[in-house]
C-alpha cells in the first residue's frame, strides 16, 4: 500500500478549526486503494501476511448495521442487562444518540447482547479467519466503541501488548458501523510493522488527543509511514496482533465513529491472559472465557470459565482500568447470577 499524503502529523492540535480535513481523499478517484477485498478473493493471505492488515469490502448488510446500532443504544440505555457505568447515567428522556454520546467503549458487549455474541461468528469474519488464521478459530474479546465528535483517539499500539497469543495469532475484526474517515477517526495503520515480531516498550502518555491507553515507544517507524483505513459503512478491517495502529480524534462536527471490534487467535494456542495464570504454571495457563467461531477446540476438555463481564472504558476520566474495571464487573455479574 503506497504511503498516503494525508498523514496527520503528531502536532495535531484536538481544535478541530486548526486542522483540514479531506475524508476518502485517500481513495484515488473514487475507488479504495490496494488491501481491500471481497470474500473469497484469494490474494486475501498473502496481502495479509505481507501488510499485516486487510479490509472486507461489504461485509454487512445495512440491515445489519442498523439492527447493531439499535442494539448499541438498547446496551448504552441498560435494557440489555446491569453494566458497571450506564446504571448511573441512564435517563429514559434522551434520544438513542445523547444516550450513546456519553459513552466512548463498552467492553465484552457480546457477555450481554445475544445479536453481538451472534456476531462473532459473522460469515464475512470467519470467511477471513479461516484463511489467515487457520480452520480452528477461537474469540476471547469484543469492544463496543461509540466515539462521538470530540471524543478521543488511541495512540500507538500493538493488541498482542494487551492480549499475549502464545503463537502470535491474534486478530482484530474491526466492524464499521459508520463511515470511518479521517475526519472522524478512522484506523491508521503501518504497514508491515507486524513482521518484525516484536512488541515494543509502551510509555504513559499525556497526548489530549488520545484516551489513557499507554503509547508504543521505541519502534522504527514514523508517523510519515502510516496510512488512514478509510472504509465505508459495513466494511471489517483486520489487523495482527502486532501491527502498529492508531486512532485520532473524531473532529467532525458531529455524528459518530461506531465500531465492533472483536479479538480472535488460533484454537490451537493457549491463551495467558489475565485471571488465566491463577494457580497454575504460566507456561500452562489457559483462559478459557472464549467463544468457538470455527472448527473445533482442541481444549474442549477444558470446558469454559466466566472471567469477564461486560463495563464501561472511560474515555480517558479517570484512567482506563481494563482489568480492575473487568473484575468489578464480574463480581457484579456473579451476584446478579445468584440472586436469580
Not at 459508520?178 to 504513559?204: F, K, M, T
Amino acid at each position: 500500500m503506497a504511503n498516503s499524503s494525508l498523514t496527520v502529523s503528531s502536532d495535531v492540535v484536538s481544535n478541530r478549526s486548526e486542522t483540514t480535513f479531506h475524508p476518502f481523499a485517500s481513495w484515488v478517484g473514487g475507488h479504495s486503494p490496494q488491501g481491500y477485498f471481497q470474500a473469497g478473493d484469494p490474494g486475501i493471505p498473502k496481502f495479509f501476511a505481507n501488510n499485516g492488515f486487510l479490509v472486507l469490502k461489504n461485509a454487512l448488510s445495512s440491515l445489519e448495521i442498523s439492527a447493531l446500532i439499535a442494539e448499541a443504544a438498547l446496551i448504552c440505555r441498560g435494557e440489555r442487562g446491569s453494566i458497571p457505568g450506564i446504571e448511573s447515567l441512564l435517563d429514559s428522556s434522551l434520544s438513542d444518540d445523547e444516550i450513546m454520546r456519553q459513552y466512548l467503549c463498552i467492553h465484552f458487549p457480546h457477555k450481554t447482547s445475544p445479536l453481538m455474541l451472534e456476531m462473532l461468528a459473522h460469515p464475512g469474519i470467519v470467511s477471513v479467519l479461516t484463511q489467515v488464521v487457520g480452520a480452528n478459530v477461537k474469540s476471547m474479546q469484543s469492544m463496543l466503541f461509540i466515539k462521538a465528535s470530540g471524543k478521543p483517539g488511541q495512540a500507538w499500539h500493538q493488541d498482542e501488548f494487551y492480549i499475549p497469543t502464545r503463537d502470535r495469532s491474534l486478530i482484530g475484526a474491526w466492524i464499521a458501523l459508520d463511515d470511518a474517515s479521517v475526519e472522524n477517526g478512522c484506523l491508521w495503520v503501518i504497514p508491515g510493522s507486524h513482521q518484525r515480531g516484536v512488541l515494543y516498550p509502551q510509555h504513559q502518555q499525556r497526548d489530549s488527543r488520545f484516551d489513557c491507553s499507554g503509547e508504543a515507544t521505541f519502534f522504527p517507524y514514523s508517523d510519515d509511514d502510516a496510512v488512514p483505513v478509510e472504509v465505508k459503512r459495513g466494511s471489517i478491517v483486520f489487523f495482527n496482533g502486532y501491527l502498529l495502529h492508531r486512532s485520532l480524534p473524531n473532529y467532525a462536527p458531529n455524528g459518530f465513529r461506531r465500531s465492533l471490534v472483536n479479538h480472535y487467535m488460533s484454537a490451537e494456542s493457549l491463551l495467558p491472559w489475565f485471571g488465566a495464570e491463577q494457580e497454575q504454571h504460566f507456561a500452562a495457563a489457559d483462559y478459557r472465557d472464549i467463544v468457538m467461531v470455527a472448527g473445533l477446540d482442541p481444549y474442549q476438555w477444558k470446558g469454559l470459565e466466566e472471567r469477564a463481564a461486560p463495563h464501561v472504558r472511560s474515555s480517558g476520566e479517570g484512567g482506563c482500568g481494563s482489568i480492575e474495571r473487568n473484575l468489578e464487573a464480574l463480581k457484579l455479574r456473579n451476584q446478579v447470577l445468584l440472586e436469580d
